[in-house]
């Protein structure tokens, strides 16, 4: 399987969420279905019923994550270098159709979230900004039409 390129802030949140779904959530929807279970006729008991469609969502995303963190590779600011955009950088580009400056973070498509300025490798801006440098121009093709961005500084994140 690919590996799956994840920040370290990423990696310790899918972490925690496994723990808590393993040690917190499924605990819990095993006393669920116990306790249902006990209000005898099982199959015509819809507290039952919810429990068990509950733990298979459960047990679906606990797998999902553990194959996740299995494949994960975990890359940190300090590796690589800032002349060039880069998975875990900070790239502040202006959009020279509107004017309109934006900065984000460069990150796997598990971690991209808009609204954070997190900008998935995978996503059209962010593989047209892939190993760019300051001053580079890029046109993109986005939902909205064509787009033309300029580069106007990189930065490393801490590790």
């Known amino acids: 399987m690919e590996k799956i390129l994840l920040t370290r802030a990423g990696y310790e949140k899918l972490i925690r969420e496994l723990e808590f779904l393993s040690q917190v959530e499924r605990p819990q929807v095993v006393r669920d279905i116990l306790e249902a279970a006990q209000e005898g006729r099982v199959e ?76 998935s490798l995978a996503s059209p801006l962010g593989k047209a900004l892939l190993g760019r440098a300051v001053g580079d121009r890029l046109q993109v093709q986005t939902p909205r039409g064509m787009r033309l961005y300029q580069v106007l500084e990189i930065h490393r994140e801490p590790v």
């Open 44 to 119: 015509k008991n819809p507290d039952f019923q919810s429990a068990l469609v509950q733990r298979r969502q459960l047990e679906r995303r606990i797998r999902q994550l553990q194959q996740t963190l299995a494949n994960a590779e975990v890359l940190v600011g300090s590796n690589l270098s800032a002349d060039k955009v880069r998975f875990n950088a900070r790239v502040r580009v202006v959009n020279l159709n509107t004017g309109q400056e934006r900065e984000y973070k460069m990150v796997g498509p598990l971690e991209a979230d808009a609204a954070a300025g997190h900008l």
